[in-house]
C-alpha cells in the first residue's frame, strides 16, 4: 500500500477541512468520493461505497468521518490499478468504424450515459464541450488527452 509523505498528508487534511460544512473536522459520507477525486484519485462510486463498508442511502447522507478514518480509504484507492492512455484510446478504437481516429459524438454520448459507470447529461455535456468536429465527430485521441488533463 502506498506511503504518502507529511507534506502530502497535510495538502490532504487541508482539502478535506474545505469539504467540512459543520465545523466539527468531519466530511459526510457522501462526500468521500468528491474529496478523493479532488485529491486527484478517480474511484468508482461503486468502490467507494464497498471502502465506506456498504452504508445504506441514510449512512450515506447522514454518517460522517474524520481525517484519520478518511486516510487509509484514500490510501487504498491509490492503490488501485490506473487506466493508462493507451488504454482509453484502445478503448475507444472500438467505436472507431472507419478506422480514421475518429469516433461519432452520438454514440460516445450514448456509451457515456448506459454503460459502466453512468454519467448525466449535463455530465457527459461538459465533458464533450468542445470535443466535436462540425461532423459531430470526435477525435477520440485527443479527447483522451483532454480527460486525462482535467
Given at each position: 500500500?502506498?506511503?504518502?509523505?507529511?507534506?502530502?498528508?497535510?495538502d490532504?487534511?487541508?482539502?478535506?477541512?474545505?469539504?467540512?460544512?459543520?465545523?466539527?473536522s468531519?466530511?459526510a459520507?457522501?462526500?468521500?468520493?468528491?474529496?478523493?477525486?479532488a485529491l486527484?484519485?478517480?474511484?468508482?462510486?461503486?468502490d467507494?461505497?464497498?471502502i465506506?463498508?456498504?452504508?445504506?442511502?441514510?449512512?450515506m447522507?447522514?454518517k460522517?468521518?474524520?481525517?484519520?478514518?478518511f486516510?487509509?480509504?484514500?490510501?487504498?484507492?491509490?492503490?488501485?490499478p490506473?487506466?493508462?492512455?493507451?488504454d482509453?484510446?484502445?478503448?475507444?478504437?472500438?467505436?472507431?468504424?472507419?478506422?480514421?481516429?475518429?469516433?461519432?459524438?452520438?454514440?460516445?454520448?450514448?456509451?457515456?450515459?448506459?454503460?459502466?459507470?453512468?454519467?448525466?447529461?449535463?455530465?457527459?455535456?461538459?465533458?464533450?464541450a468542445?470535443?466535436?468536429?462540425?461532423?459531430?465527430s470526435?477525435?477520440?485521441e485527443?479527447?483522451?488527452?483532454?480527460?486525462?488533463?482535467?
Open positions: 500500500m502506498t506511503e504518502f509523505t507529511p507534506d502530502q498528508i497535510e490532504f487534511k487541508e482539502a478535506f477541512g474545505l469539504f467540512d460544512r459543520v465545523g466539527d468531519q466530511v459520507f457522501n462526500q468521500v468520493a468528491d474529496i478523493m477525486r486527484g484519485q478517480n474511484p468508482t462510486n461503486k467507494v461505497i464497498k465506506l463498508g456498504n452504508p445504506s442511502a441514510d449512512d447522507a447522514n460522517r468521518l474524520n481525517f484519520d478514518a486516510l487509509p480509504m484514500l490510501k487504498e484507492v491509490d492503490a488501485f490506473k487506466g493508462t492512455y493507451d482509453y484510446v484502445e478503448g475507444l478504437r472500438v467505436f472507431d468504424k472507419e478506422g480514421n481516429g475518429t469516433v461519432m459524438g452520438a454514440e460516445l454520448r450514448i456509451v457515456l450515459s448506459t454503460l459502466g459507470e453512468k454519467m448525466s447529461e449535463p455530465e457527459i455535456d461538459a465533458l464533450m468542445g470535443q466535436e468536429d462540425e461532423n459531430g470526435v477525435h477520440y485527443a479527447f483522451v488527452k483532454h480527460i486525462m488533463s482535467v
